[in-house]
């Protein structure tokens, strides 16, 4: 069990309320800290409220639960508990570490030991969450219970088991719908007794997978009701949703979302918290680069390179510490560089070092979350995969190199530190990046704001049409489900459907036609995970997402796994397999991409005069046409390969904005610079929005040009990277002028004099970043923030 303390927590670009900790220091702190340090954040110890325990704990969990430290429950635990107990759904959105998991157990455990027949479904993000919440659960020791993880590493002789006499069933999203739902007469029993219905962490299920996961949940919501209709064994109402979340924005309008119900919000943190020093660090200048000449653009040491010597600095004086990195690549280059500079200095001390990422192997995994619980290893560069839930007891510090997209995900992986209630310390490491410049220098837009509102939308029709194929599937859809799975769109999906040919109408419902199930990938990664297999030994080692593939492991690309260099001889698209020879190259590769979009419908806009600003339907047409080899350490462009991969088709949602000719003439804007000003403005604006909407800058493309074939306008094109769209491009025009002129500003602000990558040099542009205009992109910007109106955000 978490012990009760814890703390706060053309050119183109390839794809709330509640507040965060309260502060008490803010700006510069008297004591000395190194130059890259922008800024130091307080968050002082808050003293715990606890409350009685509720008359319907059994006596032995009571005493369980007390001989493991647990005197009586936080406040907002036993509110919770207590909605939940008496039958409404509720989601408890506290901070990390306030022991939302008790919340959800004292119910959920209370009614297992009191009704037999009872059961429970966990279900979580991550299998390491699953796998850790297994052995909490196990630990209590509670006669009856009968915990078990259900996923893809189960081996096949436990499944049947589990099916027939776990009551207590652990498991994730993509099991439920791919394993779980499709069987459900194999399920019967447990789903006829379905009580509750735990969603951990669901701040997570945002954009695509979230809309996915609404869809999955409505599913398992009208199966338990038919089971439970036909031999009712539970109470009227059941199963209950009890939701989890990070500290976020609208919580119960995103657990209702989530689950199509009326949800009660637990926002209230009453958890006691150690204190928490938060430093902001933007990596200095390289020697002999200056921001005030005119013939070199400035360059900033590599955050992956700031954060390993951090690390290794942490480890070597026995700080146990997490370090956070954005990508695969990146944890895996930290924790080498760690490892190698540790080495130097006592041999063997680079051994406690490691990387932990999505890719591995199951038992790679649970052997690496073992060695940071039991300090076997000190230090761990990981990607957002250890971002959920884990509980790892006894970590000092956390390093997060580059923010991670969203507030609530910046507290979230701060709150891995000082879980025991002692002193931790956190650490934002700024990329070379428009937004974490941005903030690094802007802490107020860090510390005492809002954290976001979750954003999903289940009506997207490219989740729709998919997740009503896999309910008929399981069974005839009826006019009573239109409403469950959301109303008149689902009536016009429907249609769209039979006229498909994958639906079939008849007078008791609407019928799935095909002999096999539907293929629906929750996360949106487009099919089969492309295996990477050595090829002289035929060893697997890893997996690779297939819309990262062409990236990543193109022929000729470098790939790394656990610090050891790999070169990748083939790409099998079709085969899912890249057959890889392990090699120790003096470069690293980088792939190019060329984009064309097309606007296939306006949803709305807003005439500003000489300003256009609209959101509506494009079509996105990609290739991977190149990759660049480029020299480790200085960067040098040794040559550019060319590559012959298929090209791929998207429809999504964009948001963008057309300015006239005559006012970019106006603001000084010559009619030869236009292109780069709109390239410059477009890179800026993609690394600004997730300043105001829960996404990542990878989540979203752009494009712009001087005069675009659709909108006969200079236009800049912002878009979601996900099929259908991902709420993200809406968010945007809604808040248009907010998002605009926080690009503005940080354009203005940076130091540099042409451009750099803190302002307007974008790491996946397709174009070499390329032109570029930093001056003129401010002018644009101007133009359209002066036309826009007021009533644009």
Not at 223 to 241: C, D, H, M, N, S
Request: hydrophobic share 40%; glycine share 10%; with cysteine.
């Amino acid at each position: 069990m978490p012990r009760q303390t814890g703390t706060a927590p053309a050119h183109q670009t390839a794809p709330g309320q509640q507040a965060t900790p309260a502060r008490s220091t803010v700006g510069p702190d008297p004591t000395p800290y190194p130059a890259a340090v922008t800024h130091v954040e307080r968050l002082p110890v808050r003293p715990g409220a606890t409350a009685p325990w509720p008359d319907w704990v059994p006596a032995d969990l009571r005493d369980v639960l007390t001989t493991r430290g647990v005197q009586q429950p936080w406040r907002h635990q036993a509110y919770a508990a207590d909605l939940a107990y008496s039958g409404r759904h509720v989601i408890v959105a506290t901070g990390t570490g306030s022991g939302k998991s008790l919340a959800y157990l004292l119910p959920a455990l209370a009614k297992l030991l009191s009704d037999p027949r009872a059961t429970v479904l966990y279900l979580a993000p991550t299998k390491a969450l699953a796998a850790d919440q297994l052995r909490a659960v196990a630990d209590l020791g509670l006669d009856g219970v009968r915990p078990a993880c259900y996923d893809g590493d189960t081996p096949q002789p436990e499944r049947a088991w589990i099916r027939q006499h776990a009551r207590f069933v652990l498991t994730n999203p993509d099991m439920l719908h791919r394993g779980i739902l499709p069987r459900h007469g194999a399920w019967s029993n447990f789903l006829r007794r379905l009580t509750y219905v735990i969603v951990d962490e669901c701040h997570s299920y945002r954009g695509v997978f979230g809309s996915h996961v609404a869809h999955v949940l409505r599913r398992l919501r009208r199966q338990t009701e038919r089971y439970q209709r036909v031999r009712p064994t539970t109470a009227p109402g059941t199963p209950v949703f009890i939701l989890a979340s990070a500290t976020s924005g609208e919580p119960a309008r995103a657990g209702s979302q989530l689950t199509g119900l009326p949800v009660e919000p637990v926002t209230e943190d009453s958890a006691p918290r150690g204190a928490v020093t938060f430093a902001l660090w933007e990596p200095p200048l390289l020697p002999g680069a200056r921001a005030d000449t005119d013939d070199l653009t400035p360059v900033r040491r590599s955050a992956l390179r700031e954060s390993a010597d951090l690390l290794a600095d942490a480890v070597a004086a026995g700080v146990r510490t997490l370090a956070f990195v954005r990508s695969r690549r990146g944890a895996e280059v930290v924790a080498s560089s760690a490892r190698r500079a540790l080495d130097e200095v006592a041999p063997g001390l680079g051994d406690r070092v490691a990387a932990y990422r999505a890719g591995f192997l199951a038992e790679e995994r649970r052997a690496l979350e073992r060695a940071l619980t039991t300090g076997e290893l000190l230090g761990l560069a990981s990607t957002n995969a250890l971002e959920l839930g884990v509980d790892l007891v006894g970590l000092d510090a956390v390093l997060i190199c580059g923010y991670p997209g969203t507030r609530a995900s910046l507290w979230q992986q701060a709150g891995r530190a000082g879980r025991a209630g002692r002193e931790a310390l956190a650490v934002l490491i700024a990329r070379d990046d428009p937004l974490d410049t941005y903030l690094v220098h802007h802490p107020e837009a860090v510390f005492g704001r809002p954290v976001e509102a979750t954003v999903l939308d289940p009506t997207n029709p490219y989740v729709l049409g998919p997740q009503l194929c896999c309910a008929a599937a399981e069974g005839a859809l009826t006019s009573a489900d239109i409403e469950l799975f959301g109303g008149a769109s689902v009536k016009q999906t429907l249609d769209e459907l039979v006229a498909a040919g994958l639906l079939r109408r008849r007078p008791t419902g609407w019928y799935w036609t095909a002999a096999g199930r539907p293929e629906v990938d929750l996360r949106g990664e487009g099919g089969t995970p492309v295996d990477v297999v050595e090829t002289s030994t035929g060893r697997l080692l890893g997996t690779v997402d297939p819309g990262s593939s062409h990236f990543l492991i193109h022929p000729g690309a470098v790939y790394l796994h656990q610090g050891v260099s790999y070169v990748v001889d083939d790409l099998d698209l079709d085969g899912a397999c890249a057959l890889v020879h392990a090699e120790e190259p003096d470069w690293s590769t980088h792939a190019r991409e060329v984009t064309s979009l097309s606007v296939a419908a306006v949803r709305e806009y807003r005439d500003a005069g000489p300003v256009g600003l609209f959101v509506g339907d494009v079509d996105v047409t990609s290739q991977v046409v190149s990759y660049q080899r480029r020299r480790i350490g200085s960067g040098e462009v040794l040559d550019t390969r060319p590559l012959d991969l298929p090209a791929r088709q998207l429809r999504t949602v964009a948001v963008w904005f057309t300015v006239s000719p005559a006012a970019l003439a106006a603001a000084g804007v010559e009619p030869a610079d236009v292109p780069g000003a709109l390239h410059a403005a477009e890179h800026a604006a993609i690394g600004l929005l997730p300043l105001i909407a829960t996404c990542d800058r990878w989540d979203i493309g752009g494009l712009s040009t001087a005069a675009h074939a659709d909108t006969e306008a200079p236009t800049v094109f912002v878009y979601d990277g996900h099929p259908g769209g991902a709420g993200f491009a809406e968010r945007a025009y809604q808040a248009a002028r907010t998002w605009l002129r926080a690009t503005r500003d940080l354009i203005a602000a940076c130091g540099c004099e042409t451009g750099c990558p803190s302002c307007v040099q974008s790491p996946k542009c397709g174009n070499g970043n390329n032109p570029l205009g930093k001056a003129d992109a401010v002018r644009v910007l101007d133009v359209v923030l002066t036309s826009l109106p007021e009533s644009a955000d």
